[in-house]
């Protein structure tokens, strides 16, 4: 792959780049159009990686389907697909790590504490594999977004990282390969999550800005269906990630929630006030 992209740097092609763990839906796809259109080469990597699961999560069972998403890529025109195998991304006696501070400790953080130290870690060694000149991310993992764009700007990568809005279901749900896991009562109780969202944005529309009153909304909505556990509901500011009071500019409204035993994230950035 290295050689490859290396040639086509050569070349003097402009390489947009993907990274997915596969599964793939119209959100990944949406980032693909756009890729397809910024770069001369579209290269996505299916890589579902060990490293930023904790014990106990979904990594085994995670939803697999390399030949489908081989059709679907084939099929928004993605040139090279990249699929290592984790010994060859992890062979023995690996022991190095890419760790961004605090905009990786809250939110997900808590309740993930590696979660992040894995993704900063293997998109750093996708990036040094595939080499693109710009990579595409999408909001939907907003902390990954915000974190992945730190250790660019940290680590002084020449690569442009862009974000893409969340491509959501007809009712709102935000489309995620973890979806699969839901029966059809949880799908039902999953459409809380943007109703809540939606709801909180409503909230400050009408011009509410205490985090405190619009949370309490966003709960009760949640936690009105069964089947649900909230894991975080929070407002932050949408550059650091830390928890606000009173919401002065813009803010994010981030969620994780556990629907059965799946566990689901959505936010929703709130801009301009009233
Ligand atoms: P994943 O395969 O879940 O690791 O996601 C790969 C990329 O697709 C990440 O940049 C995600 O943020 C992005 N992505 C996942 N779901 C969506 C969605 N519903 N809308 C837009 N982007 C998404």
């Known amino acids: 792959m290295q050689q490859r992209s290396e040639q086509l740097r050569t070349e003097g092609k402009t390489i947009a780049f993907v990274p997915t763990m596969g599964y793939l839906h119209e959100g990944h796809l949406s980032l693909m159009r756009e890729a397809r259109e910024k770069g001369d080469v579209l290269i996505i990597s299916i890589f579902v990686n060990p490293t930023q699961f904790g014990p106990g999560e979904d990594y085994e069972r995670y939803p697999r389907n390399i030949k489908r998403d ?9 040139d090279i697909i990249f699929t290592p195998s984790v010994p060859e991304m992890y062979p023995a006696g690996f022991q190095t790590f890419v760790e961004v501070e605090k905009v990786a400790e809250n939110l997900c953080g808590i309740s993930r504490p590696h979660h992040f130290r894995g993704v900063t870690t293997v998109v750093t060694k996708l990036f040094n594999i595939v080499k ?13 977004l915000v974190t992945i764009n730190r250790m660019v700007a940290d680590l002084n990568m020449d690569i442009e990282i862009i974000g893409l809005p969340t491509v959501r279901e007809a009712d709102g749900l935000a489309m995620s390969s973890r979806n699969a896991y839901l029966n059809l009562e949880e799908r039902k109780a999953a459409q809380s999550l943007y109703r809540s969202l939606h709801t909180g944005e409503e909230l400050f529309r009408q011009g509410e800005r205490s985090t405190k009153v619009i949370l ?5 909505i949640i936690e009105g269906e069964a089947l649900t556990q909230i894991d975080y509901a929070k407002i932050c500011d949408p550059q650091t990630l830390e928890d606000i009071e009173d919401i002065e500019k813009e803010a994010v409204i981030a969620l994780a929630v556990k629907i059965g035993k799946t566990r689901l994230i959505d936010n929703l950035i709130l801009e301009g006030g009233v």
């Not at 693109?132 to 990954?144: E, N, T």
């Open 216 to 220: 309490q909304e966003i709960r009760k």
């Open 70 to 78: 081989f059709q679907l890529a084939q099929e928004v025109g993605v």
């Open 132 to 144: 693109p000149h710009l990579a595409i991310f999408g909001q939907k993992d907003y902390q990954q």
